[in-house]
C-alpha cells in the first residue's frame, strides 16, 4: 500500500510525457481513434517496432477511465499499465524470495528491497513496456523455480509449468522474445549441473512453450502477411547495433555496471550476496545465479546501451540479496553480536551515498556549464542524494532492532521515491517544452488555417499527442516544388531545415530552452507568400 501511494502522485499528466511514452499513448490514442487494434499506427504509418502489449493495456485504461467518446490517452491512462505491473512485480518478487527462502521473511525482505531500488520507481513511473515485460520475465521465472520446487518434492508441476509458459506467451507480446529465453536457458543450464539431475522435460514441460507461441506467432505471421517489410523491420531491431565487434560487446562490462547501479541503493548488499553466492553454493541459490550470469552474458553482446535492458533481472537479484540478508540475520543473532555488524553495513552505504551525492552534484555542475547535453547526468544519482538521509535514520534505529532499523530505512526510501519526481528526476524537458509549444502555435493561428507538419522534422509524435486540432503532414520541399499561387501556410519544422531549404519567410514561434540546439528546436514558420 505504501508504494502504490508513492507512485501514483508520478504520474498524472502534471508530469509530461517523454519521447518513448508518447510513442505508447499516441499509438493507443490512435487505435482508439481509428477502432483498430490489429495495426498499431503513428500517424499515418504503421508502428511494427514494438509489440502490442502496452498499447492495448493503455487503450483498455482509457476506456476504464477517460471520458466516453473520446481517444486521446493521457499520461496517468498511458502510464497505469506500468503502475500496476510494478506494484505485482513487488507480489512475485515476494514469491522468489520465498521459493529460494522458503521462509516469508525471505519474501518479504526480497519485496522491500525491489520496492525501495531505484530501477523500480523508474519503470514504474513510465509508459514504456519496461516494467511489463519485467513482470512477465519475473512470472516466468517464479512458474519455473516453483516448478523445480515442486520436482524436488515429488509433486505434479504441471500448474507451474502452465504459469510459466503463459508468461512466456504474453512477453512475446510485450517486448519480445529474448529475456524469457535466457532466463528458460538459465534454469536450463542450472538443472544439468545438478546432482541428481531432475527430468527436464518432465520438470519444465517445454512443448508448452509451443502452445503458448501459438497465438504470438499468428499475429506477427498476420502483420508480416499484411508489411512486406515487417520481418526484415523486426530482424533489424534485434540486431540493431552500434558497429562494434560482437565480440568485443562484453569487454565493456556495460550491464554488469548497469545492474548493480540498477539495485541502488543496496549496492553494499548485493556486494555481499556475490560473495556468498560464491561461498555457499546450493541447488536453488544456484539457480536463481545461472539465471542472472546467462542474462547478464547474453545481453552484452547488445550492440545498443540500453540501461533498461536488464530490468527483467531485477527481481531475481532482490531474491537472492534477500537470501543473504536472511542468513546474516540469522548467524549474527546465534553469536548475539548482529548490531555491530549491520552497523558496519549501514555506515558503508551511508558513505556511499555521501561520495555519490558529492558526485551527482558536480555531474550537475558540469552539465549546466556545458554547451551540449550533460552526459554526467543520472536519475540514479539524483535519487542517492535524496536518499542518503536516510541512512541516518537506520542507524540510529540499528541500537534497538535491526527489523526495526531495515523496515526504517525501506520506509524511508520509499517516502524519498515518492518526492522524486517533484525535484527533477524522471521529468522530460522536451516533453513539458513540446506540450507549451503547440499551445502556443495553435492559440496564435488565424481562425480555418491549415497546420503543416513538415515530415523532416524530428519528433512529430508529440505535436500529434499535444495538438487539439487537425494536423497535416507535408515536406517543405513540396511546397517549395509546388508552382500553385496563395498564400503561404503554416509549419512546425526546425531552423535546420528553414535554412538549409534557402527559405524566406517568418517565424512566429519557437520553442523555448532548446534553442541551443537547431536539430531540436521547433518553430512554428510561415514562409513568405507566393505571386
Known amino acids: ?58 487503450a483498455a485504461a482509457h476506456r476504464l477511465m477517460g471520458e466516453p467518446g473520446t481517444s486521446h490517452v493521457n ?46 520507481h523508474t519503470f514504474s513511473r513510465s509508459a ?51 529475456f524469457p529465453l535466457f532466463v528458460f536457458l538459465g534454469v536450463v543450464l542450472a538443472l544439468l549441473m545438478r546432482k541428481p539431475r531432475l527430468a527436464l522435460l518432465k520438470t ?20 508480416a502477411l499484411q508489411f512486406d517489410n515487417a520481418l526484415s523491420l523486426w530482424l533489424g531491431e534485434m540486431e540493431q547495433g552500434d558497429h562494434v565487434p560482437i565480440w568485443y560487446r562484453p569487454l565493456r562490462l556495460y550491464y554488469p555496471l548497469i545492474l548493480v547501479a540498477s539495485l541502488a541503493p543496496w549496492l553494499i548488499v548485493f556486494g ?56 546474516a540475520l540469522d548467524s549474527v543473532r546465534a553469536v548475539n553480536a548482529w548490531p555491530r555488524r549491520f552497523k558496519l553495513l549501514a555506515w558503508s552505504q551511508l558513505a556511499l551515498a ?25 536519475d540514479a544519482l539524483a535519487w542517492l542524494v535524496m536518499a542518503g538521509a536516510s541512512y541516518a535514520l537506520a542507524i540510529v534505529m540499528v541500537k534497538r532492532n535491526l527489523a526495526s532499523a531495515f523496515a526504517a530505512l525501506v520506509g524511508a526510501l520509499l517516502l524519498v521515491s515518492g518526492a522524486y519526481p517533484w525535484t527533477g528526476g524522471w521529468q522530460s524537458e522536451f516533453g513539458y517544452t513540446a506540450r507549451e509549444f503547440i499551445l502556443d502555435v495553435e492559440a496564435q493561428l488565424p481562425e480555418n488555417r491549415v497546420l503543416y507538419l513538415d515530415s523532416g522534422k524530428h519528433r512529430l509524435h508529440y505535436d500529434y499527442y499535444y495538438s487539439k ?40 514561434v519557437k520553442q523555448k530552452s532548446l534553442e541551443s540546439d537547431d536539430d531540436e528546436t521547433r518553430v512554428l514558420f510561415q514562409p513568405a507568400p507566393r505571386t
Open 128 to 178: 514504456r513496456p519496461e516494467m511489463t515485460y519485467a513482470l512477465l520475465c519475473a512470472l516466468m521465472a517464479f512458474g519455473l523455480v516453483w516448478a523445480v520446487r515442486r520436482a524436488e518434492d515429488g509433486r505434479s508441476t504441471i500448474a507451474a509449468a502452465v504459469l510459466a509458459w503463459g508468461a512466456f506467451g504474453l512477453a512475446l507480446m510485450a517486448k519480445g522474445p529474448q
Open 272 to 327: 555481499k550476496t556475490t560473495v556468498d553466492v560464491w561461498k555457499r553454493r546450493g541447488p536453488t541459490v544456484l539457480l536463481f545465479a545461472s539465471c542472472v550470469l546467462v542474462g547478464l552474458l547474453l545481453v552484452s553482446f547488445s550492440g545498443k546501451l540500453r540501461p533498461h535492458y536488464i530490468l527483467p533481472l531485477v527481481p531475481l537479484c532482490a531474491a537472492l540479496m534477500a537470501w543473504t540478508l536472511l542468513g
Open 204 to 223: 519444465l514441460h517445454p512443448w508448452m512453450a509451443l502452445v503458448a507461441m501459438g497465438l504470438p506467432l499468428a499475429y506477427y505471421g498476420y502483420l
Open 1 to 58: 500500500m505504501l508504494t502504490a501511494g508513492v507512485l501514483l502522485p508520478g504520474n498524472t499528466d502534471s508530469r509530461a510525457l517523454n519521447g518513448h511514452e508518447i510513442l505508447v499513448a499516441e499509438t493507443a490514442s490512435e487505435m482508439l481513434g481509428r477502432n483498430e487494434f490489429l495495426i498499431p499506427r503513428l500517424g499515418d504509418k504503421p508502428r511494427l517496432e514494438k509489440p502490442p502489449l502496452n498499447y492495448w493495456l493503455a
Open 469 to 508: 486540432g487537425d494536423l497535416v503532414v507535408r515536406s517543405l520541399e513540396s511546397w517549395q516544388r509546388s508552382k500553385k499561387p496563395g498564400p503561404a501556410p503554416y509549419f512546425i519544422t526546425t531552423p535546420q531545415r528553414i535554412k538549409s531549404l534557402d527559405l524566406e519567410g517568418k517565424i512566429l
Open 354 to 378: 555521501g561520495v555519490m551525492s558529492v558526485a551527482v552534484f558536480v555531474a550537475q555542475a558540469y552539465s549546466m556549464s556545458a554547451s551540449g547535453p550533460g552526459i554526467l547526468q543520472s
Open 75 to 120: 499520461a496517468i491512462e498511458a502510464r497505469l499499465p506500468s503502475l500496476i505491473s510494478g506494484l505485482l512485480l513487488i507480489v512475485v518478487t515476494y514469491g522468489l524470495g520465498l521459493q529460494l527462502t522458503r521462509d516469508p521473511r525471505g519474501g518479504l525482505i526480497a519485496a522491500a528491497l525491489i520496492a525501495s531500488s531505484w530501477s523500480f
